[in-house]
T-cell receptor, first 109, second 115 residues
Framework: GQNIDQPTEMTATEGAIVQINCTYQ??????LFWYQQHAGEAPTFLSY??LDGLEEKGRFSSFLSRSKGYSYLLLKELQMKDSASYLC??????????WGAGTKLIIKP | ETGVTQTPRHLVMGMTNKKSLKCEQH?????MYWYKQSAKKPLELMFV???????ENNSVPSRFSPECPNSSHLFLHLHTLQPEDSALYLC??????????????FGPGTRLLVL
């Protein structure tokens, strides 16, 4: 079966750095997405990785290793507004998005 | 502002009611999606439409009936729902229905409670 694993919940301190991991087992691979979802709001696109390596976008970076079936989202200089759920999703060989259950990130002052 | 709107934002209905959820996208996209999001579970894809034709139906019970009258509007008609259908229903759109790295843009969702 197809599976996306990410931690259920993480806690970090304002101003610090946090890394949210995502491991996947899918039938084929056509890219990995990270989305952010604040409580009661729409998921919003953060990043897309299809090749191995690190993609940096401001305070957020996303890393992919296809051979290990692994990705992480790195958030730097954490702000209170970064408290949200972070969703990892993989496009399989049929170009269907397979979603993880999301990681709830709690930022403390 | 993502360009995808959904109404209503909240809905409470009994098991014998009939209601409809509405989604509208203002992005000029060709594909639209319905997802179900339950607490602590992955997003579940329900239906995919491309250019107003249904291309995906992930074994969704017949009490959920989608309708796509044009590429900008998507409806989800609900009838004789069960309490376990209570969830957040998200609509999304994308330029095309699957290939490559095109992004899906989501609406804010309809929070549905079935009593």
């Amino acid at each position: 079966g197809q599976n996306i694993d990410q931690p259920t919940e993480m806690t970090a301190t304002e101003g610090a750095i946090v890394q949210i991991n995502c491991t996947y087992q899918t039938s084929g691979f056509n890219g990995l997405f990270w989305y952010q979802q604040h409580a009661g709001e729409a998921p919003t696109f953060l990043s897309y990785n299809v090749l191995d390596g690190l993609e940096e976008k401001g305070r957020f970076s996303s890393f992919l290793s296809r051979s290990k079936g692994y990705s992480y989202l790195l958030l730097k200089e954490l702000q209170m507004k970064d408290s949200a759920s972070y969703l990892c999703a993989v496009k399989d060989s049929n170009y269907q998005l397979i979603w993880g259950a999301g990681t709830k990130l709690i930022i403390k002052p | 502002e993502t360009g995808v709107t959904q109404t209503p934002r909240h809905l409470v209905m009994g098991m014998t009611n009939k209601k409809s959820l509405k989604c509208e996208q203002h992005l000029g996209h060709n594909a639209m999606y319905w997802y179900k999001q339950s607490a602590k579970k992955p997003l579940e894809l329900m239906f995919v439409y491309s250019l107003e034709e249904r291309v995906e139906n992930n074994s969704v019970p017949s009490r959920f009936s989608p309708e796509c009258p044009n590429s900008s509007h998507l409806f989800l008609h609900l009838h004789t729902l069960q309490p376990e259908d209570s969830a957040l229903y998200l609509c999304a759109s994308s330029q095309d229905p699957g290939t490559g790295g095109e992004t899906q843009y989501f609406g804010p969702g309809t929070r549905l409670l079935v009593l």
